[in-house]
């Protein structure tokens, strides 16, 4: 493809220029920001400050707590990545299928990416609340487990993880979807010809030619897990208990905004700023490699 | 096509998406507070408010004339009461502003405590601070080194005699010698039980335990009976921990509980404090003690009927006699034994603080507004609705002629708990730098003792040196 030459020399730079001005405004700025508080200790106004070098670096990383929050960040991500995307992909392929009444399946598939996170926490908590919870009851009487997700880590976790990936289903679905149906019949009708079954034929065929798919989607779901639940947990579990569902957003947000301690916690965001980097430029080099662009 | 089109429509669906959050991201002052620019201006407010306090005024000139109302300061409240409480506060300031023309109180709901308190001070910064803000008892060392406050003792003209504050909550909010903030909802934690498990055990049920040896053995008869799966949750825990420090005549931390001058060193780790901790490890590998979270989860076992304990804070009183479906009884904290002094039971809850960019006129309100809120009346109808504590003597005194206690003894335990003990610098609880992070640290310490097993000693000294350290960073920052 040439590249395409616009006439007028200004004209690409306006038509670039509010993304421009957006990226600084909210990006740029407020991350020069981060790491120039991050590298003191701030009062809780804002209006004094002493300068303590790597102090609250080197303080994050040999505080237990942190650790913690750190393991159970890449424990819930983890989940959330791996299952979150095989339940949508599985999902996507049965959607995708000429069955009666599909599109209205498809259109209650999406439909959580619609709500906010405040909402899925809400719809969620109250549904698997242990006492009152719909959820919780049916479980409990049906197998015997006793799903607390106030007082039990574990089950706290799973519940947070289960949350997020049913917000996410929705968008998963819609490229999975849209990938899908991109895929070129003749290759599949090519697989047929050879006698290859519905199994072989997603394996061999329509799995590779849905890589780029899944790969954008496993990055958007990483940075997902690691950023934007945010909101799940505020109303949901609140980081409990004791630290079970501490995230990473989760710790930065209670020692910024709760304890105030505004040096701490921009390093903290400092911290997790090079971790999505490193966890996406990994990501990049190493699974882009076996992806398949047609 | 039919896939490109949708790609489109997608594309222009996450643009518009991004744009919406940019926009929430880029405005939250102007919406969350609208009013403070109109504040120096009075005519503007007169507006917006048609008018209550005019209709008071026996003049009618102002009505008509837009430069009367010149006198009519406007106050906002920033406050952390939710639900029915929201709807009460809101009522405190309608008959506030219908008996007091001129002034114009506007309470606004500023979300939870803590960021009621990080939503002042940061509006502080950006000139757009309300003129009172409500602040949780772990946010008055913060409050109070914030430079950003007139200290409400200052405020007083003479016609508030602090020692009308009922003693313990006066004495848990005074810093060097005098009141800095206006004390408005205070609480205290108490033990609830459950009366029809003592009568199905055969216990007594007008004899509560008294001390933790009590809540053993009757936890032990009780779950021996096969009516209850374990004894006792707690709310709170590490406000707990602070109540036995207290309740037992214990100083937490030096320079008097940080009351004479700022606390730099905590005994978490004392004598008492091991003590303590040993006991509720001890409770738990019992499978008495049942860890419960760390604020209100604890509830839920007691009130399931799973529990015959609970020990929690006295503002939980409501809604349990509400949602219980047994008879409860209240009781005195639990004490660890006869060695160590009666100290009393620590205040909780929130103070109202003024802030100094308000103006002379606006301070002078927000005075006449506390004293509203202090009157006697007010202080009644406020506890009778929410069950904090009315803070004033004459409402306590004007409750017990009434035979509202008589009527509701529940209410009246907490009450007898704060009266009955002992007014030493080490029972009127401690005030510490950077609160929120320290019970954070103690909160840690019960969770990896009583759920982990760790060494009751180990863990407190851990907790003690990360609680030090939390402290000289904060005196490290003070002017």
């Given at each position: 493809?040439?590249q395409?030459?616009?006439?007028?020399?200004?004209?690409?730079?306006?038509?670039?220029?509010?993304?421009?001005?957006i990226?600084i405004?909210?990006?740029?700025?407020?991350?020069?920001?981060?790491?120039?508080?991050?590298?003191f200790?701030?009062s809780?106004?804002?209006?004094r400050?002493?300068?303590?070098?790597?102090?609250?670096?080197?303080?994050?990383?040999s505080?237990k707590?942190?650790?913690?929050?750190l393991?159970?960040?890449?424990?819930?991500?983890?989940?959330?990545?791996?299952?979150?995307?095989?339940?949508s992909?599985?999902?996507?392929v049965?959607?995708?299928?000429?069955?009666?009444g599909?599109?209205?399946?498809?259109?209650?598939?999406?439909?959580p990416?619609?709500?906010s996170?405040?909402?899925?926490?809400?719809?969620?908590g109250?549904?698997?609340?242990?006492?009152?919870?719909?959820?919780?009851?049916?479980?409990?009487?049906?197998?015997?487990?006793?799903?607390?997700?106030?007082?039990?880590?574990?089950?706290?976790?799973?519940?947070l993880?289960l949350?997020a990936?049913?917000?996410m289903?929705?968008?998963?679905?819609?490229?999975?979807?849209a990938?899908?149906q991109?895929?070129?019949?003749?290759?599949?009708?090519?697989?047929?010809?050879?006698?290859?079954?519905?199994?072989?034929?997603?394996?061999r065929?329509t799995f590779?030619l849905?890589?780029?798919?899944?790969?954008?989607?496993?990055?958007?779901?990483?940075?997902?897990?690691?950023?934007?639940?945010?909101?799940l947990?505020?109303?949901?579990?609140?980081?409990?208990?004791?630290?079970?569902?501490n995230l990473?957003?989760?710790?930065?947000?209670?020692?910024?905004?709760i304890?105030?301690?505004?040096?701490?916690?921009?390093?903290?965001?400092i911290?997790?700023?090079?971790?999505?980097?490193?966890?996406?430029?990994?990501q990049f080099?190493?699974?882009?490699?076996?992806?398949?662009y047609? | 096509m039919k896939?490109?089109?949708?790609?489109i429509?997608?594309?222009?669906?996450?643009?518009?998406?991004m744009?919406?959050?940019?926009?929430?991201?880029?405005?939250?002052a102007?919406?969350?507070?609208?009013?403070?620019?109109?504040?120096?201006e009075?005519?503007?407010?007169?507006?917006?408010?048609p008018a209550?306090?005019?209709?008071?005024?026996?003049a009618?000139?102002?009505?008509?004339?837009p430069a009367?109302p010149?006198?009519?300061?406007?106050?906002?409240?920033?406050?952390?009461m939710?639900?029915?409480?929201?709807?009460?506060?809101?009522?405190?300031?309608?008959r506030?502003?219908a008996?007091?023309?001129?002034?114009?109180?506007?309470?606004?709901?500023t979300g939870s405590?803590?960021?009621?308190?990080?939503k002042?001070?940061?509006?502080y910064?950006?000139g757009?601070?309300p003129?009172?803000?409500?602040?949780y008892?772990?946010?008055?060392?913060?409050m109070?080194?914030?430079?950003a406050?007139?200290?409400?003792?200052?405020l007083?003209?003479?016609?508030?005699?602090?020692e009308?504050?009922?003693?313990?909550?006066?004495k848990?909010?005074?810093?060097?010698g005098?009141?800095?903030?206006m004390?408005?909802?205070?609480?205290?934690?108490m033990?609830?039980?459950?009366?029809?498990?003592?009568?199905?055990?055969?216990?007594?049920?007008?004899?509560?335990p008294?001390?933790?040896?009590?809540?053993?053995?009757?936890?032990?008869?009780?779950m021996?009976?096969?009516?209850?799966?374990?004894?006792?949750?707690?709310?709170w825990?590490?406000?707990i921990?602070?109540?036995m420090?207290?309740?037992h005549?214990?100083?937490l931390?030096?320079?008097?509980n940080?009351?004479?001058?700022?606390?730099?060193?905590?005994?978490?780790?004392s004598?008492?404090?091991?003590?303590m901790?040993?006991?509720w490890q001890?409770?738990?590998?019992?499978?008495i003690?049942?860890?419960?979270g760390r604020?209100?989860?604890?509830?839920?076992?007691f009130?399931?009927?799973?529990f015959?304990?609970?020990?929690?804070?006295?503002?939980?009183?409501?809604g349990?006699l509400k949602?219980?479906?047994?008879?409860?009884?209240?009781?005195?904290?639990?004490?660890l034994?006869?060695?160590?002094?009666?100290g009393?039971?620590?205040?909780g809850?929130?103070?109202?603080?003024?802030?100094?960019s308000a103006?002379?006129?606006?301070q002078?309100?927000?005075w006449?507004?506390?004293k509203?809120?202090?009157?006697?009346?007010?202080?009644?109808?406020w506890?009778k609705?929410?069950?904090y504590f009315?803070?004033?003597v004459?409402?306590?005194?004007?409750?017990?002629t009434?035979?509202?206690?008589?009527?509701?003894?529940?209410?009246?335990?907490?009450?007898?708990q704060?009266?009955?003990?002992a007014?030493?610098?080490?029972?009127n609880g401690?005030?510490?730098?950077?609160?929120?992070?320290?019970?954070?640290?103690?909160?840690?310490?019960?969770?990896?003792?009583?759920v982990?097993?760790?060494d009751?000693k180990?863990?407190?000294?851990?907790?003690?040196?990360?609680?030090?350290?939390?402290?000289?960073d904060y005196?490290?920052?003070?002017?």
């Open positions: 493809m040439s395409t030459r616009f006439p007028n020399r200004i004209l690409p730079y306006l038509l670039l220029a509010p993304m421009v001005v990226v405004i909210f990006f740029l700025y407020p991350s020069a920001q981060s790491l120039y508080l991050s590298v200790r701030v809780p106004l804002g209006d400050k002493i300068f303590v070098g790597l102090e609250n670096f080197t303080r994050l990383l505080s707590d942190y650790l913690n929050s393991l159970v960040s890449v424990r819930f991500a983890g989940i959330v990545v791996l299952f979150g995307l095989s339940a992909l599985v999902s996507a049965i959607a995708n299928q000429r069955l009666r599909f599109a209205v399946y498809r259109a209650l598939m999406i439909w990416y619609a709500l996170p405040a909402i899925a926490g809400l719809v969620w109250l549904m698997m609340n242990p006492n009152f919870g719909l959820g919780a009851v049916l479980l409990k009487r049906f197998t015997g487990i006793e799903f607390n997700y106030l007082t039990n880590g574990t089950s706290a976790l799973l519940f993880a949350a990936m049913w917000k289903f929705g968008y998963n679905i819609v490229f999975f979807l990938g899908l991109g895929l070129p019949t003749e290759l599949l009708e090519a697989a047929s010809l050879d006698g290859a079954g519905a199994w072989t034929k997603f394996w065929v590779p849905l890589s780029p798919t899944t790969f954008f989607l496993f990055v958007m779901n990483t940075l997902y897990a690691f950023f934007e639940v945010f909101g947990v505020h109303i949901t579990t609140g980081g409990g208990p004791g630290q079970a569902t990473l957003v989760f710790n930065l947000y209670k020692d910024g905004f304890a105030m301690n505004v040096g701490y916690a921009s390093a903290q965001s911290l997790l700023l090079i971790m999505v980097a490193t966890l996406t430029i990994l080099r190493y699974a882009g490699e076996k992806v398949h047609q | 896939l490109r089109q949708f790609q429509l997608f594309s222009l669906m996450l643009v518009f998406a744009l919406l959050t940019a926009c929430a991201q880029a405005t939250p102007p919406t969350e507070e609208p009013a403070p620019a109109t504040t120096e009075p005519a503007p407010a007169a507006t917006e408010e209550p306090a005019a209709t008071e005024e026996p009618p000139a102002a009505t008509e004339e009367a010149a006198e009519t300061v406007e106050i906002t409240f920033w406050h952390a939710s639900g029915s409480r929201e709807e009460i506060v809101n009522g405190i300031a309608e506030f502003n008996t007091h023309p001129g002034i114009v109180v506007k309470p606004e709901y405590y803590a960021e009621t308190v990080t002042g001070l940061a509006a910064r950006t757009t601070a003129t009172i803000v409500q602040s008892e772990v946010g008055t060392r913060t109070y080194d914030s430079g406050i007139v200290p409400v003792y200052t007083n003209t003479g016609d508030v005699d602090w009308e504050v009922v003693t313990p909550i006066r848990y909010y005074t810093l060097e005098n009141l800095p903030c004390p408005f909802n205070s609480s205290t934690a033990i609830y039980y459950n009366k029809d498990m003592f009568e199905a055990a055969g216990l007594d049920p007008n004899v509560p008294t001390t933790w040896d009590d809540i053993e053995s009757m936890s032990k008869a009780i021996d009976a096969g009516l209850a799966t374990g004894g006792l949750s707690m709310g825990p590490a406000w921990f602070e109540q420090f207290a309740y005549d214990q100083l931390a030096n320079n008097d940080g009351r004479s001058a700022i606390a730099s060193e905590v005994y978490l780790n004598e008492f404090g091991v003590k901790m040993t006991r001890e409770l738990a590998d019992d499978d003690l049942v860890y419960g604020e209100y989860a604890a509830n839920d076992p009130l399931a009927g799973q015959p304990f609970l020990v929690q804070s006295t503002s939980s009183l409501g349990i949602s219980a479906t047994f008879k409860v009884g209240t009781a005195f904290l639990p004490r034994g006869d060695e160590y002094p009666q009393n039971s620590v205040i809850g929130a103070c109202l603080w003024v802030f100094d103006t002379p006129e606006q002078a309100a927000a006449e507004f506390f509203f809120t202090f009157s006697t009346e007010e202080a009644i109808t506890h609705g929410t069950g009315p803070t004033s004459s409402a306590y005194e004007q409750l017990k009434e035979g509202w206690f008589e009527e509701e003894p529940n209410h009246a335990t907490a009450f007898n704060i009266l009955g003990g007014d030493t610098p080490a029972s401690v005030i510490l730098g950077d609160f929120v992070t320290i019970r954070d640290i103690v909160g840690a310490a019960i969770e990896e003792v009583v982990n097993g760790m009751p180990e863990a407190l000294d851990k907790a003690t040196a990360d609680t030090n350290q939390v402290l000289a005196i490290s920052l003070l002017p």
